[in-house]
């Protein structure tokens, strides 16, 4: 930079290079794109290079022609057709010279003294027919310090000029519109008229009324041959009169003083990192929007296995009521036949022990093994099939999410974000799917059913050997059929006597309801056990299927909050600095 700058001045610059590290080190940790980190870097070098003012607009504009004028002959080449179709940076040199850097910079050294400290750039236009000449434009404007935005009197304005305003101004950058070829209008009044149209609409699309040259470059190139180097020739010449290209050399090669090209130097990185942060703010939002859902879904999936809970344990309560009753219908069997069997009526069939067991056995015992057996294993079946739907109303929320959000990030920062979520979402989908896939509801019930039997063995501590549930139950009442045979036994009658066959015939009725009460809640507590396990179980594997999507959600929450904070405190740091660069170089009048 060729000026000796103050005390203050360098420490703008300074602070300027630490608010750009910052901001490059915060989108590298948002997976910027490559693209955005380079332009960062490149704002960084451009504190310490020389003035750049870059010229765009349309192709037929009159870009190349200007810059002729400025440079007092024709050293560019101009045509009707596209004739720049790469960048050309026009450098000081002591002769005239051109070197390739890249596919679409050309630089050119010319022996023009005011380009020692201002160096020009000369675009392709932006709605030339070559396919890339927009695409290069566009790309280089971010690394100007000064826009001069040619458009031509007599189509003032056009569509793509209009678009490529509009992105010039998201960069923040000073721009200067030039009218040029004004010598095609004749009347002053429609000269004025165009102006005040281009004044107009440049405060629209700039949000600020813009500085407006109106040139004929044509004109002010002509008077400079004819001139040669006598700038008091020049002064006298009608037609540099009539080109009004005076005030626009004027401001460039005086007013931009070395002040004002400090000022315009170091905004233009402030511009560069003030557009940057809007669009990455921009994408933190949209992330933190898709989190907030994740969240959502998060728990959706929790309050659903809430009432999944409440759901397992209310419908557990009705299923095992089933067994009950079937339990409860053979306590009020027993009453009835030991109400019909012990009477004196039918003292002669007591004395008959065989036959009072078997009429026992058919008219009470009846088939309740098979009904207790079918029960129990309509409630098994219950819970293995709830648990299997589970698992697939997890899986199907999980699909549907997947899809219906697959698109809802734009931008590269977050395809990596987007990719871990979406695998995470999948991943979680396939442990679902694959515990669906793994259920075999027959074998799921009947192993369930012999955990149950083996867990009533142990509580009724009875030889099961192959009995089913229901054979289990009748064999624990095996004591009180004994005692019910052996009281009707041979001699009894005449030991009992008529008073004591009633009180017998209630503590039979008495011991057969303590039974089966013994049997029922050693069944239900089997029962209850083995639910609370499976319940226990399956809820604990839907929990650990989703936690490595919750992990990432929670996590990354708190990581976009550290980086959204940072990312404001970097917004009011740009702010601090564009308040202090106009107090210690306030913009020319």
Known sequence: MQRILTAEQDQL???????????????????????????????????????????????????????????????????????????????????????????????????????????????????????????????????????????????????????????????????????????????????????????????????????????????????????????????????????????????????????????????????VADHLSNHYRRLIENRSVVLKDDFEAIDAIEAQLDAYDIDMRRDFKYHLSHVDNVLYGMAERGDRFFDETMRIGRVFDLVNGEKVRAEFERTVVADTSRAVEAQVSDLIDWLVERDYRQWRDVMDYLNQRSQQHADQIVGKVGSDFEFNRQNLIASVGREAQRVVDSYDPETESLKLAQQVQNALVQTAAVEAGALGLGAILVAVLHTTLLDVTGLLGAGALAALGFYVLPYRRNRLKQELREGIDALRQQLNEALTRQFERELTDGMQRMREAIAPYTRFVRVEREKLDRVAGEMERLRRELSDIRVATARALPPQE
Request: overall charge negative; charged content about 25%; proline content about 3%.
């Open 13 to 271: 610059i300074r602070r300027e290079r630490s608010l750009l590290e910052d901001l490059r080190v915060l989108l590298v940790r948002l997976g910027a794109a490559d693209d955005d980190l380079a332009m960062l870097k490149r704002s960084l070098h451009q504190l310490d290079e020389l003035f750049l003012l870059v010229v765009v607009g349309e192709f037929n504009a009159g870009k190349t022609a200007f810059l002729n004028a400025m440079l007092g002959e024709r050293l560019l080449v101009e045509g009707v057709l596209p004739t720049t179709s790469q960048i050309q940076v026009l450098r000081y040199g002591a002769q005239k010279s051109e070197d390739m850097t890249g596919d679409d910079v050309l630089v050119i050294h010319l022996p023009v003294e005011w380009l020692r400290e201002i160096n020009l750039v000369d675009t392709p236009g932006t709605n030339a027919v070559i396919q890339r000449h927009q695409e290069i434009t566009e790309h280089f404007v971010p690394r100007s310090d000064l826009v001069l935005f040619v458009t031509s009197a007599d189509r003032p304005f056009s569509e793509s000029e209009r678009l490529l305003l509009q992105r010039i101004r998201e960069w923040g950058k000073k721009i200067i519109i030039v009218v040029n070829k004004i010598d095609l209008i004749e009347d002053d009044n429609d000269r004025q008229h165009i102006v005040e149209f281009v004044a107009e609409n440049g405060a629209q699309l700039l949000g600020v009324t813009p500085r407006i040259f109106p040139v004929s470059a044509r004109l002010a190139l002509k008077a400079k041959e004819q001139a040669g180097h006598a700038h008091a020739a020049l002064e006298r010449s009608d037609l540099w009169a009539q080109s009004r290209f005076g005030a626009l050399e004027r401001y460039i090669l005086t007013a931009l003083d070395a002040a004002e090209r400090l000022r315009l130097k170091l905004e233009n990185p402030v511009g």
